[in-house]
Structures are given as structure tokens and as C-alpha cells.
């Protein structure tokens, strides 16, 4: 059973920083890529960032480029997103998921996609003075 479990998010001032952190349990990470996502309220869910299986791969959504940086330490079965530069645009619930690895060929198209096979149950990022 793929699980996924967020931590990290708190309030913060725009310009401070926060590393989030993704803790996975029930399959092997070496074999799946991870994606963030986000959600603000009122708008549509969004992919911020997603890192193929090996590391070699990633994808920033656009807003979150030169400020974010995603990494993985498979041995601890963790995937973080550095987030620096924060704005308030930032404000979002944040998820961690991923997709068997039959699904989808890419990082961008997984962080395009809505198709994911599991969900972590998310943690808040504010960013407000």
C-alpha cells in the first residue's frame, strides 16, 4: 500500500523559507518518481515540482523556478521540497504523491497529470507578514 505522509508547513514571512518533508512507507522508492502539489484556496490543485525515481529528472512549475528545489534521499525513504523566497501567492495546502510507474513517463507529465495513485494527507504552507 503506497503511503505518504507531509511535514513541515507552518506560517512564515514572504521572503523566509521552509523545507518540507515527504515520508514514504509500503513500496519501494527507488522505483517511483514523487511529485508536490499544491492547492490555495478557491483555485485548481497545481504541480509545483516532481523528481523522477533516480533523481535525474525534474520539473518546476513556472511561479516556483530559481525558489524551490526538490531532492530525494531514497535510503530514508524521504522526498523534501526547499522552498526559499517565499510570497504569499505560496499560501497552499501542500501534498506529496505518486503514481505506479507504469503511468506516466515523465516528471511533467506527472506534475501535469491528476492521475496519482496516492496522496499524502497534506501540510499548510502561509505566507503572510
Known amino acids: 500500500q503506497l503511503q505518504l505522509v507531509e511535514s513541515g508547513g507552518g506560517l512564515v514571512q514572504p521572503g523566509g523559507s521552509l523545507r518540507l518533508s515527504c515520508v514514504t512507507s509500503?513500496?519501494?522508492?527507488?522505483?517511483?518518481?514523487i511529485g508536490w502539489f499544491r492547492q490555495a484556496p478557491g483555485k485548481e490543485r497545481e504541480g509545483v515540482s516532481c523528481?523522477?525515481?533516480?533523481?535525474?529528472?525534474?520539473f518546476y512549475l513556472d511561479a516556483v523556478k530559481g525558489r524551490f528545489t526538490i531532492s530525494r534521499d531514497n535510503a530514508k525513504n524521504t522526498v523534501y521540497l526547499q522552498m526559499h523566497s517565499l510570497k504569499p501567492d505560496d499560501t497552499a495546502i501542500y501534498y506529496c504523491?505518486?503514481?505506479?510507474?507504469?503511468?506516466?513517463?515523465?516528471?511533467?507529465?506527472?506534475?501535469?497529470?491528476?492521475?496519482?495513485?496516492?496522496w499524502g494527507q497534506g501540510t499548510e504552507v502561509t505566507v503572510s507578514s
Open positions: 504523491a505518486t503514481h505506479h510507474p507504469w503511468r506516466h513517463s515523465t516528471v511533467q507529465a506527472m506534475c501535469a497529470s491528476a492521475e496519482l495513485d496516492a
Open positions: 509500503g513500496f519501494d522508492l527507488n522505483y517511483y518518481a
Open positions: 523528481i523522477a525515481s533516480d533523481g535525474n529528472w525534474t
